[in-house]
């Protein structure tokens, strides 16, 4: 059974930094990409930054240069550093793994919040 486990969310004011982290257990064969998407009241869940097999990663074009993605393979961990925060991107954010043979794993979801 395959587990993904969020950390690192919270409360933050406008300008600041949060890091998130993901660890995968259990049995995922061959990981394609690792990443995160996010949700907002009354909006659909978009993908926010993912790391792709190989080393590229792609970024929604609103956290372009605010949010880093990275991973550590030793440890099926995935972080997503967010810095200069702004309210919009006030939303649940969730760990999505992507494995072979359309294996697609999902965490439970940790909220972050921007606000003064």
């Known amino acids: 059974q395959v587990q993904l486990v969020e950390s690192g969310g919270g409360l933050v004011q406008p300008g600041g930094s949060l890091r998130l982290s993901c660890a995968a257990s259990?049995?995922?064969?061959?990981?394609?990409?690792m990443g995160w998407y996010r949700q907002a009241p009354g909006k659909q869940r978009e993908l926010v930054a993912a790391?792709?097999?190989?080393?590229?990663?792609n970024y929604a074009d609103s956290v372009k240069g605010r949010f880093t993605i990275s991973r550590d393979n030793a440890k099926n961990t995935v972080y997503l550093q967010m810095n200069s925060l702004k309210p919009e991107d006030t939303a649940v954010y969730y760990c999505?793994?992507?494995?072979?043979?359309?294996?697609?794993?999902w965490g439970q979801g940790t909220q972050v919040t921007v606000s003064s």
């Open positions: 999505n793994v992507k494995a072979r043979f359309g294996a697609d794993y």
């Open positions: 790391i792709i097999s190989g080393g590229r990663k």
């Open positions: 259990g049995s995922i064969i061959s990981i394609n990409a």
